[in-house]
Nanobody, 120 residues
Framework: QVHLVESGGGLVQAGGSLTLSCTAS????????MTWHRQAPGKQRELVAS???????DYADFVKGRFTISRANTLHTVYLKMNSLKPEDTAVYYC??????????????WGQGTQVTVSS
C-alpha cells in the first residue's frame, strides 16, 4: 500500500512564509509526478505545483514567483516553500503521488492534507 503524509501547515500573517513537506512510503514501483493541490472551503480543489520524474516543475499562475516545489534525493519526499503568503492562499493543502504501486497498477494517491491559514 502507498501512504502520503503532509506536514508544515499552520497560521501565518500575510507576507510571511511556510514550508510544507510530503513523504510517500509503502509499495512504490515508480513515481510519475508529485503534486501539491489546495482546496478552500466551498471551492474546487486546484493544482498548485508539480514536479515530475525528470525534475521538471510547473506552477499555477497564482503562485508563480512566490512558491517553489522541490524534492529531496528522490521524489519520495517533496516540499512546497511558500513565500509572500496572501489571505487568499488559505486552504487545505494536499500532496498527490501520480504513479505505480506495482508495474501494472496506475493510480493517484492522496495525503490527508495540512491546513494553511493566512491572516490579514
Amino acid at each position: 500500500q502507498v501512504h502520503l503524509v503532509e506536514s508544515g501547515g499552520g497560521l501565518v500573517q500575510a507576507g510571511g512564509s511556510l514550508t510544507l513537506s510530503c513523504t510517500a512510503s509503502g509499495s512504490i514501483f515508480h513515481i510519475v509526478a508529485m503534486t501539491w493541490h489546495r482546496q478552500a472551503p466551498g471551492k474546487q480543489r486546484e493544482l498548485v505545483a508539480s514536479i515530475n520524474a525528470g525534475g521538471g516543475t510547473d506552477y499555477a499562475d497564482f503562485v508563480k514567483g512566490r512558491f517553489t516545489i522541490s524534492r529531496a534525493n528522490t521524489l519520495h519526499t517533496v516540499y512546497l516553500k511558500m513565500n509572500s503568503l496572501k489571505p487568499e492562499d488559505t486552504a487545505v493543502y494536499y500532496c498527490n503521488m501520480r504513479g505505480y504501486s506495482d508495474p501494472k497498477l496506475w493510480d493517484d494517491y492522496w495525503g490527508q492534507g495540512t491546513q494553511v491559514t493566512v491572516s490579514s
